[in-house]
């Protein structure tokens, strides 16, 4: 029975699951980031070389 109270009270667990979920959610803004800046700067450097042309 003692091992299913430690068990209960143990949070461990939960926290690492949390810690993943908070790191998953980090890496995905930063992709979401990455991309609407990736496109910003493709039209910038398209417009640049039209202008040049």
């Known amino acids: 029975m003692s091992i299913l109270k ?10 690492a699951i949390e810690y993943g979920l908070i ?14 800046l990736g496109t910003k700067l493709t039209t910038t450097f398209g417009n640049i070389a039209a202008n040049l042309s």
């Not at 430690?6 to 926290?15: I, L, N, V, Y």
């Open 6 to 15: 430690r068990f209960a009270k143990d949070e461990s667990g939960a926290t």
């Open 23 to 36: 790191a998953s959610l980090i890496a995905v803004v930063i992709i979401g980031a990455a991309r609407a």
